[in-house]
């Protein structure tokens, strides 16, 4: 594994790839309080990033110029990238009422992830892009939810829902989403349980009343409506 300068290097330039990086960027990155010699070791943290990804391609991948930095990569080859790209396909196509394609979409880019984004470059964790890549992977995740309910994989849904409910409780719409669930397996008391949960967890946990939507769920299925 690469020291941990370098290799938040490289993680600080994968999140910009293709894209001319500032040195300045990237020595606020690596440092909280800059040295007299940042300038010096970001040159040789780049020289050990070229010396490792010499063999991965025909050109040289890391390319710079004055007070610039940039990493060349192939389409596919981040997982990253595919993720979002799978994830963006799959909301078109449930908003098109392709429940099954959606389905389809989401699992493959669910497969992708192996544990947080960056988790081992603590530098990164705080970046917008970063918090923006963990928001898409529950975004996901609640699509699949929805796809399922529409194809009638009712419990599949609900299964899937419970242990993320465990990891994000405050997500109003994974709470909608089971609430429908439990409510299409004829469990109607249940999803009226998970009503009260959440309610009192947002107050709680929060002081927060139900939102909106949460509350309209809650009356369709008190109305039978759902």
């Keep these: 594994m690469l020291p941990a300068k370098p290799r938040t290097l490289l993680a600080a330039l994968?999140?910009?790839?293709?894209?001319?990086?500032?040195?300045?960027?990237?020595?606020?990155?690596?440092?909280e309080r800059p040295p007299r010699s940042a300038h010096g070791n970001l040159r040789t943290y780049v020289w050990q990033l070229r010396t490792l990804l010499a063999g991965t391609a025909d050109t040289d991948r890391l390319d710079s110029r004055l007070g610039l930095y940039r990493l060349a990569v192939q389409p596919g080859e981040i997982d990253m990238q595919v993720f979002t790209e799978l994830s963006d396909l799959a909301a078109e196509a449930?908003?098109?009422g392709e429940a099954a394609a959606a389905e389809r979409l989401l699992l493959t880019a669910l497969r992708l992830w192996r544990g947080?984004?960056?988790e081992d470059v603590p530098a990164l964790l705080s970046q917008p892009k970063v918090v923006r890549l963990r928001e898409q992977r529950w975004s996901a995740s609640e699509m699949l939810a929805?796809?399922?309910?529409?194809?009638?994989?009712?419990?599949?849904?609900?299964?899937?829902?419970?242990?993320l409910l465990a990891e994000q409780p405050?997500?109003?719409?994974?709470?909608?989403?089971?609430?429908?669930?439990?409510?299409?397996?004829?469990?109607?008391?249940?999803?009226l349980a998970a009503?009260?949960?959440?309610?009192?967890?947002?107050?709680?946990?929060?002081?927060?009343?139900?939102?909106?939507?949460?509350?309209?769920a809650q009356r369709m299925i008190l109305t039978g409506a759902a």
């Design 195 to 216: 009503y009260r949960e959440v309610s009192h967890l947002l107050s709680s946990e929060l002081g927060l009343e139900p939102g909106p939507r949460l509350r309209d």
């Design 116 to 118: 947080d984004p960056f």
């Design 94 to 96: 449930l908003a098109a």
């Design 146 to 163: 929805e796809a399922r309910l529409m194809l009638g994989q009712s419990q599949r849904a609900v299964d899937d829902l419970r242990p």
């Design 14 to 31: 994968l999140l910009r790839p293709n894209q001319w990086v500032p040195t300045a960027h990237l020595v606020e990155t690596l440092w």
């Design 170 to 191: 405050f997500r109003e719409q994974m709470w909608i989403l089971l609430m429908h669930g439990l409510t299409q397996l004829g469990r109607r008391a249940d999803a």
